[in-house]
């Protein structure tokens, strides 16, 4: 474990499966291009002070990204949804397919569950990892992964779902320079993975992985 990375198993951090820190609901909002959505964010969960700095970064390059078609009808996710900002973006951009929100840490997931309803958003699946059907294979994957977790557990995470991408699918992310964004990239590549850095901004670094030929 990095230093200064605390333990997966402490009740208080964002990857624990049942965070027992005292609820402090706070609001926020995220614009797009197809208006704002309104989420609420907890103790507990990633980001609980509201839109993080790598994810506002993410979405605002995305949301200027000319990405490929996606078919109806398709499967989406988002890995560590946390509250649900990437994958609500998601669910508007995409009206037409089903966005699986999934996240380790199950206050997390009741939150974005929330969140989807309130912005009247019916096309997001919200599940623990282990809840996925092995059998589905996305078109495309957004994320804001949990660098915190460690190498080794991120490097086993990435791998997982990476493979779950379909043949001709993409996945996005955005990682901190500081915490390993460029390494992660070389080490996606050594995979097979091809992975070419959309932008760098405010110490961050998004990247578009492309499936496993």
């Known amino acids: 474990m990095p230093k200064n990375t605390p333990s997966p198993s402490d009740p208080q951090h964002y990857f624990s499966e049942s965070p027992d820190a005292p609820s402090r609901r706070k609001e926020f909002s995220v614009s797009g291009i197809d208006g704002e959505l309104t989420l609420s964010t907890d103790a507990g969960v990633f980001s609980q002070h509201g839109l993080d700095k790598g994810t506002s970064v993410f979405l605002e390059v995305m949301a200027k990204h000319d990405c490929a078609p996606i078919e109806p009808g398709s499967f989406l996710c988002d890995i560590g949804c946390g509250s649900g900002a990437i994958a609500l973006t998601l669910?508007?951009?995409?009206?037409?397919?089903?966005?699986?929100?999934?996240?380790?840490?199950?206050?997390?997931?009741?939150?974005?569950?929330?969140?989807?309803?309130?912005?009247?958003?019916?096309?997001?699946?919200?599940?623990?990892?282990?809840?996925?059907?092995?059998?589905?294979?996305?078109?495309?994957?957004?994320?804001?992964?949990?660098?915190?977790?460690?190498?080794?557990?991120?490097?086993?995470?990435?791998?997982?779902?990476?493979?779950?991408?379909?043949?001709?699918?993409?996945?996005?992310?955005?990682?901190?320079?500081?915490?390993?964004?460029?390494?992660?990239?070389?080490?996606?590549?050594?995979?097979?993975?091809?992975?070419?850095?959309?932008?760098?901004?405010?110490?961050?670094?998004?990247?578009?992985?492309?499936?496993?030929?």
């Open 91 to 213: 669910a508007v951009r995409y009206p037409e397919c089903t966005i699986y929100a999934v996240d380790t840490n199950k206050r997390a997931r009741d939150i974005c569950t929330e969140n989807a309803t309130r912005n009247g958003l019916t096309n997001i699946v919200v599940k623990a990892p282990e809840e996925v059907d092995s059998a589905i294979r996305f078109a495309s994957m957004w994320t804001n992964p949990p660098i915190r977790i460690g190498k080794s557990a991120l490097h086993d995470l990435l791998e997982l779902w990476l493979a779950r991408l379909e043949t001709d699918g993409t996945a996005f992310m955005v990682v901190n320079k500081n915490l390993g964004a460029d390494s992660l990239s070389q080490w996606m590549t050594g995979l097979s993975y091809s992975t070419t850095r959309l932008a760098s901004r405010n110490g961050f670094r998004v990247l578009e992985v492309k499936a496993r030929a």
